[in-house]
């Protein structure tokens, strides 16, 4: 982040994880008053434990295939419906709505974009341990079960694990979420929570708002040419690359294909990828120290496999 960045002041730049739950219990709902008078509406308390039941099942089948997916772990379940899975079928149940469809192949290419696979593992987790914490409240509430306050907080601390999963994914902290989360908040509810202003929400501003502090949250690098499509990207976004880097310190991909294009330093000082790729097998091969760590920090993030073809695994040439 530049230094003018720095010097401008975040709207929730006060909320840490000390205080964050503070400022969840001021912009939610407190009054139960209310609450309570519509849950007792049984047919409305009917249609929410029926859906509760749907997202257990739904939850079931997801973390069948999380677990499948990200952790090798076989499922019968999975082999059962794999029988009669089909993308078809899906346009037809889910995306009712498109004009058009997009081809198997076309998706499952997006599918296996790196970013995407790890924000599915993110996402696809959160879903599993919402899955989990319903079915607690669900059975405890059909079925008289006593409702586990351990087990509880342990779903919530998965979810937390997940929730920085996802935010490393977006080149942010959890305290940059809590903090654009509060914010947003602070913007809907100047006061305190009310149902009028939870209800008739100024959806633009916030967004306005959302986007100006994502866009804050980056050192953004001006690329005329880039290195992977030639094309003019104009001012984009450097993720982090590494916090305690004394040197480089975050990176930047092409917009076009998300290819890395090149490392910089805080200070928005670059190199293109490619030049650090050659200087960092030039210092590993040499033993020179003082480059090796800077560099093997880009090579751990943006190395490619093709790349390892090429020259081999470094870490064994140091080894040797």
């Not at 987790?125 to 409240?137: F, P």
């Not at 009028?196 to 929400?201: F, H, M, S, T, Y």
Request: aromatic content about 8%; charged content about 30%; some cysteine.
């Amino acid at each position: 982040m530049s230094n003018e960045q720095d010097q401008k002041q975040h709207p929730a730049a006060d909320v840490n994880a000390s205080n964050y739950v503070q400022n969840v219990l001021r912009t939610g709902s407190g009054d139960m008053e209310p609450i309570l008078a519509r849950l007792r509406d049984e047919q409305l308390a009917a249609v929410l434990f029926e859906a509760m039941a749907e997202v257990v099942q739904a939850a079931e089948v997801i973390d069948a295939c999380k677990k499948n997916i990200f952790y090798g772990k076989p499922s019968e379940l999975l082999d059962q419906r794999k029988e009669y899975a089909e993308f078809d079928n899906l346009r037809s149940e889910l995306d009712y709505r498109k004009e058009y469809y997009d081809s198997t192949a076309t998706i499952m290419a997006r599918l296996l974009e790196p970013k995407v696979i790890r924000m599915t593992h993110a996402a696809v987790g959160m879903a599993t341990e919402a899955g989990e914490l319903i079915d607690m409240l669900r059975t405890h509430v059909m079925y008289g079960e006593r409702f586990d306050d351990v087990n509880a907080g342990e779903e919530i601390g998965d979810s937390l694990w997940y929730a920085g999963l996802g935010s490393d994914v977006l080149g942010l902290t959890i305290e940059d979420i809590m903090q654009t989360n509060i914010a947003k908040l602070r913007k809907r509810f100047p006061v305190k929570f009310t149902e009028d202003a939870a209800i008739n929400r100024d959806t633009d501003a916030e967004r306005e708002l959302l986007e100006e502090l994502h866009e804050d949250s980056f050192l953004h690098l001006n690329i005329k040419c880039c290195s992977r499509c030639g094309e003019n990207h104009g001012d984009v976004p450097a993720l982090p690359l590494d916090r305690t880097s004394d040197e480089w310190s975050h990176y930047a991909l092409c917009p076009t294909n998300g290819q890395p294009i090149m490392i910089a330093t805080a200070e928005g000082d670059y190199v293109l990828l490619e030049d650090a790729l050659e200087k960092a097998f030039e210092a590993i091969c040499s033993g020179d120290g003082s480059d090796m760590k800077a560099y093997l920090r880009v090579l751990m993030v943006a190395m490619r496999p093709a790349w390892f073809d090429e020259h081999g695994d470094p870490v064994a040439m140091e080894d040797k």
